[in-house]
């Protein structure tokens, strides 16, 4: 009986997004929503609701930065090795406010070895620039992202 082909690197990455986000519990716990994942890449979306803003009346930065983390996540660990933020550095440019839409879009810019640099740029509903956050990883070998 011949083996089964090798799934495609984007059927990992759907495998894994799967896997991750059934067990993401802060992520779903502040809304976030799965646009895409790919190969190094991944778009997640937040409303920002009444209990994320601060005495200022606009979002808590911690809380757009974890937007960021999340697509973080699921862009270095979409290749099926369990892998884990080792720093990251966050520029906020411009306030989320209460309703808006934030798109947060992670990209690989380098991974070699068990360590990787990833760009995010967080954006609302209208394209402003809200914040930017570069990301560094390392991946522990031989250990799958999401078990199965």
């Not at 309703?99 to 990833?118: I, N, W």
Request: charged content about 20%; glycine content about 10%; overall charge neutral.
């Amino acid at each position: 009986m011949p083996d089964a082909e090798a799934p495609t690197p984007q059927q990992v990455a759907d495998r894994v997004r799967e896997g991750m986000f059934r067990n993401d519990r802060a992520s779903k716990w502040l809304g976030m929503q799965i646009l895409q994942v790919a190969p190094g890449q991944a778009v997640l979306q937040m409303t920002v609701r009444d209990e994320m803003l601060n005495s200022h009346d606009i979002c808590h930065g911690g809380l757009i930065t974890t937007l960021a983390d999340s697509a973080f996540a699921f862009a270095c660990n979409s290749y099926d090795e369990f892998t884990v933020a080792s720093g990251f550095g966050v520029d906020l440019l411009a306030p989320g406010r209460l309703g808006d839409v934030l798109t947060a879009t992670c990209r690989e810019v380098s991974k070699a070895g068990r360590t990787g640099v990833y760009d995010c740029e967080v954006v609302n509903q209208h394209a402003q620039r809200i914040a930017v956050f570069r990301g560094r990883s390392y991946t522990i070998k031989g250990k799958p992202a999401v078990a199965g």
